[in-house]
């Protein structure tokens, strides 16, 4: 069993669904610093993906400082540590640009994201 949840969807690749998900799962708790991280192959067998795309995604989680490999004992969770805005501003920009042009395309008005916005932070 995996220590985060993720339900794949289409369209969007399973790197980058794997990344948000351990993201997420890291940022709000549900995995601790230290936590065991599965290997390649037990990623690859568990979503059933190709452990080339296991080991593409568990290196952008070290990369990205959410994962700590140990040669010869595994991978582990790493403290989390927020990243100066500046760093993220851009990034979370053209993310906000893609959402409201997702919620005008799907018919929803700025009401509506707003709420959706709120229930997501908390």
């Not at 400082?65 to 053209?94: C, F, K, Q």
């Amino acid at each position: 069993m995996l220590p985060f949840s993720i339900v794949t969807r289409p369209g969007r690749s399973l790197h980058d669904q794997i990344v948000f998900a351990v993201t997420k799962a890291v940022i709000t708790g549900q995995m601790q610093p230290g936590d065991s991280f599965p290997s390649v192959r037990a990623l690859s067998q568990e979503l059933g993906i190709n452990p080339n795309t296991s080991a593409k995604a568990i290196a952008t989680l070290i990369e990205r400082g959410l994962l700590e490999p140990h040669p010869g004992i595994g991978t582990t969770v790493a403290r989390w540590r927020r990243r100066p805005a500046s760093d993220g501003r851009a990034a979370v920009n053209e993310q906000i640009d893609r959402l409201v042009v997702d919620a005008k395309h799907l018919g929803l008005d700025l009401d509506d994201l707003v709420s959706a916005l709120r229930k997501a932070w908390k």
